[in-house]
């Protein structure tokens, strides 16, 4: 091998805010914050707090590779998170803050994190926690002096007063690019959540790609709001995007809901907003309300689940936003998919167009993409074979964080890694979505475990067997259905059964209905066949949508 004679200069985190200080240091990020009101600097502001946040957490006792945890909003405090922990070497430990109690417990003690940071939000969560976290020494309160508690965790810093007492001057660091930046646990089918570890490198590598695959998306001067949480799958890449070309970056903060978010883009100019199916719903209906849509909003990217094409319709047609779909996981930084036009389709009309972007997109460059059938022969890649999609790519993982056994059930002999997604490829490269192998349903964008409920049901007296599925859902996209044979003799009633569940798994779990059969169908190797199941429930009316 002749090898290259380039500098061999490592890919880091912080440089992206260095730039974003550098070359676009006016440009705004605007919060809606949690204390009230709104907060707005640029990014040569937001470097220099980075530096003093860095230098906080240096004083912290803070190391290269300990994990700091965060629990918070998007908002400004929290994207200066994201880059002094990553910055100084440190792993920034985003925990979602609408898992169970037990399962933050779980992630906080599994990760060993030493730190937590979060909103004003989570005081009370944190106070409930605080006795089960085994490995955190240090609380810091996301908020000023003025917001903080007069009494609670004892020792709880304040991020403000932190702050004020440190230099904003810092050189960073320079070590290996493949240091763990990042890490994100994604609720499993069975089992506890699996971590993610992120590398810087492969952080910026999954930033330069999105940028790389749809560049129009990020050009300068657009106005991104992110409602996909800082919390989940590093917003989409955004934090990293955003800074580096040099967009305007609008984090919503705790509230969610229409008229906020409408609010929000229409006084701050928002052109896109990025999230899933859900949120959009909200919005729609104050589009509908007001008679018309926030002044400059023209994109939508949305994803984490399949995006209906009757709401890439209305937005198309009605309010002439352009929707992108997306497809990923967590596991894969997280895009693997997005709509990408070739130029002929480019040139078609905008609701031919609509039709394409119900797909879940063509490849992201840098994800390779195969299926593979049931008998573990690989599918052509022309839209008649379906089976499991596995990806390959440096951005995506190699195994779980501390979870060798979860690791090897995912990854295939040839080092790809399986979705658990069952797909189509056509041979034009789009991905079509057809079903899933893993036991969850996906609701509102979080994920509810088939099997737990399952098993909670199954505490019931008089159910002899029962399976949990998901069907549609116009705004949920899926809620969870219980369908369950009775034992013999036996006669529960729905009632009972919802009943004994109420007491075991949380509400937003509750399957939406129960359906009694006389047998569940059954795979060749005799397990209950989900995928026959939902082809059965597949226009399964919900009692709430029957009577809506
Ligand atoms: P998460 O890691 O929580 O982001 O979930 C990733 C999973 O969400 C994927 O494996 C899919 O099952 C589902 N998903 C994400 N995006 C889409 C999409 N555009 N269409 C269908 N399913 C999706």
């Not at 994803?303 to 996981?329: F, K, N």
């Not at 509750?510 to 026959?532: E, N, Q």
Request: with cysteine.
């Amino acid at each position: 091998m002749l090898r290259g004679m380039m500098m061999d200069r490592p890919l880091l985190v912080s440089s992206v805010i260095d730039y974003a200080a550098d070359v676009y240091p006016d440009v705004e990020i605007v919060s809606n914050t949690v204390e009230g009101g709104i907060h707005r600097y640029g990014y040569k502001a937001s470097r220099e707090r980075i530096g003093r946040l860095a230098n906080a957490l240096i004083g912290l006792g803070v190391k290269p590779g300990d994990r700091v945890a965060t629990l918070a909003w998007n908002g400004y405090r929290h994207f200066e998170l994201y880059y002094a922990i990553a910055g100084i070497g440190a792993v920034c430990h985003t925990i979602n803050p609408r898992l169970f109690p037990e399962q933050m417990t779980y992630i906080a003690n599994h990760a060993e994190d030493t730190t937590l940071f979060f909103d004003l939000t989570f005081l009370p969560l944190v106070e409930k926690l605080k006795p089960s976290f085994k490995t955190i020494n240090t609380y810091v309160l996301m908020t000023d002096r003025e917001h903080m508690p007069a009494n609670g965790i004892a020792g709880l810093l304040c991020y403000e007063g932190l702050l004020s007492e440190m230099s904003p001057d810092i050189v960073w660091p320079e070590f290996d690019e493949n240091a763990a930046c990042a890490l994100c646990y994604t609720s499993g089918t069975t089992g506890e959540p699996k971590g993610v570890l992120y590398s810087n490198r492969s952080m910026l590598l999954h930033t330069f790609f999105l940028i790389a695959t749809r560049p129009d998306l990020f050009a300068h001067n657009r106005t991104i709001l992110p409602v996909v949480p800082l919390f989940h799958a590093n917003a989409w890449s955004l934090p990293y995007i955003t800074p580096l070309t040099g967009c305007k970056f609008i984090l919503p903060g705790a509230k969610l809901d229409g008229p906020t978010l409408y609010d929000l883009m229409e006084t701050e100019g928002a052109d896109a907003g990025w999230g899933v199916p859900t949120v959009w719903l909200g919005l729609i209906d104050e589009f509908k309300k007001k008679g018309r849509k926030p002044r400059n909003l023209r994109q939508i990217l949305s994803g984490g689940s399949a995006v209906p094409q009757a709401m890439i319709d209305t937005l198309t047609r009605d309010y002439d936003i352009e929707v992108t779909h997306g497809w990923g996981m967590t596991e894969m930084s997280p895009v693997g998919t997005l709509t990408v036009f070739r130029p002929e389709e480019q040139k078609l009309p905008p609701m031919e167009r609509a039709k394409l972007s119900a797909k879940q997109g063509r490849r992201m460059f840098g994800v390779d993409l195969k299926i593979i059938d049931e008998q573990g022969n690989r599918g052509a890649h022309d839209g008649e074979a379906s089976g499991e999609l596995f990806v390959r790519g440096s951005t995506i993982v190699s195994g779980y964080f501390n979870n060798e056994d979860a690791s090897r059930k995912q990854i295939d002999s040839e080092g790809w890694f399986g979705t658990g997604d069952v797909a189509k490829i056509q041979k034009d490269g789009w991905l079509l979505i057809v079903d899933r192998t893993k036991d969850l349903v996906k609701s509102g964008g979080e994920w509810i475990s088939s099997i737990d409920v399952e098993n909670a049901a199954l505490a019931c007296k008089g159910l002899a067997n029962c399976a949990v599925i998901g069907v549609p859902h116009p705004k949920w996209h899926e809620r969870p259905l219980l369908v369950a044979v009775k034992a013999p003799g036996a006669e529960p009633t729905k009632a009972e059964i919802l009943d004994v569940l109420g007491s075991k798994i949380a509400k937003w779990q509750m399957p939406d209905d129960v359906v009694f059969v006389d047998a569940l169908p059954m795979t060749a190797t005799g397990k209950i066949s989900k995928k026959d199941l939902r082809a059965k429930f597949a226009d399964y009316q919900l009692p709430e949508q029957a009577q809506g």
